[in-house]
């Protein structure tokens, strides 16, 4: 028996589509490059979307949009994917952590204020695992202090707070599409924004600084390549025209664990926090506190053993060597991301995981909590 972390969901619809872009001349800059922003750009409820080759692309961009620069600071999370921290790195800005409130998993609003200083030109907040909890209060603090707000929306595609949009909050915002995310494209990202001279700044440097009209060989500015081809795109638009079903499938998987779950204590099982509405990206169960890092990994070994990927989401971003060698962080830093950091557990998670399988998959959760828990 292997069961996988995560699985992507393509249909025969998908492979048509793909298929079909390969039967044509346009495999990039082609007609289903447009077809995918404006259907993403419209399911988001923002003006413009533009299509990139990742998530962190798509920061990347954002960042050099925004005028980031050496001497900036970008207030973001220590839990969160390194990708967040690194784009900020990339374009030769500083970023500042902010430790996480515990029970939303998000930057904790209240210490949001402390690490604003004249150098702080964004906050870049994540919807981590998918949920948009705090981040009202967090764009309140941004709007009293003058500072955009670039959104990591990289694991929320589908979400809402209040009935609002994950990717609606942000000046900008960023998805990304990699094979574990609701929707995938294979590798692929998408900025989002109503702002048209952003939008237009991202389009140029996602295709080599080339300008609106401009010839192929004439670049109006340092640009790259992060274009998405239009293989990849056919691909995200049939999973996105999918998305409702993608989400219904995933909370249905997330209530079966929930259910399964409840009555082990020894497993805080994750939940809709109040005011969202979660497309689940992930599920992660904490252990108590008391836990230790080896007793979380005998769990982890224990279920591979039988065939079962779980993971640890995340490791700090804080405490990851490079990190450490620049900026000097050290354990104890950032306690609440430290301490949620060893005693997560990510449980086999994707659209077409059956009842079946999630009762194995918490039987053997159960049997290696028994396993390696005996001294607490
Ligand atoms: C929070 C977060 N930010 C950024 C990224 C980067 O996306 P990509 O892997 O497409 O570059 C991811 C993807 O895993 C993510 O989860």
Redesign the pocket.
Known sequence: MQIPLSRPDITEKEIEAVCAVLRTPNLSLGPKLAEFEAAFAEYIGRKRAVAVN????G?FLCMLALGIAPGDEVVTTPF??I??AT?IMMAGATPVFVDIDPASLNIDPAKIESKITEKTKAIMP?E?FGSPAGFDKICEIAQKHNLTVLE?S??ALGSELNGKKAGTFGTMS?F???P??QITTG???MILTDDDDLADMCVSLRNQGRGKGGGWLDHERLGYNFRLSDINCALGIVQLSRIDEIKAKRKQVAKWYQEMLADDDRVAVPTEPVGCDVSWFVFVVRLAEKVTLQQRDGILEAMRGKGIQVANYFSPVHLQPFMVEKYGYKKGDFPVTESVCKSTIALPFYNNLTKDEVAIVCKALKEALDKNLLAI
Do not use: W
């Not at 990742?54 to 692309?57: C, E, M, N, V, Y």
């Open positions: 990742s998530g962190t692309s920061l969160t994917f990708a967040s784009s994540v981590v990591d990289c694991e960023v990304a599409f990699y574990n995310k590798e692929g990202g």
